[in-house]
């Protein structure tokens, strides 16, 4: 059996931690999801979507430094994993190969 391809919005929250990079934690995710992916959540919605996916693997988080604007709190930080990387790639190839011989769909943008 082979392993099952993200949802539409995890393959999202992944793009966006990748794309945000170091600094990806709850609120610059979401709007790096909003801006790029034209897709507006919560961050409720985000941290359960990203602690289901680091407890398969595909994320993991550390803590950030405690700054005073947050009340002394600290930030927890998100990556991809290798595990998620692969993920990426094997939805994305299911989506091109699906995508491909079409006639509706060809040279498509929305």
Known sequence: MSERLLTD???MLLLAV???G???YGVTIARELEET???TTTLA???LALE???E???VRSRLGEKTPRRGGRAKKMWSVTGAGLRAIKRTRNAF???WKGIPELKGARA
């Open 9 to 11: 919005f995890e393959l």
């Open 18 to 20: 990748l794309r945000v």
């Open 45 to 47: 919605a985000i941290y």
């Open 22 to 24: 170091e600094d990806a």
């Open 37 to 39: 992916g034209g897709r």
């Open 96 to 98: 091109v190969a699906l």
């Open 56 to 58: 398969g693997g595909l």
């Open 52 to 54: 289901r996916m680091r």
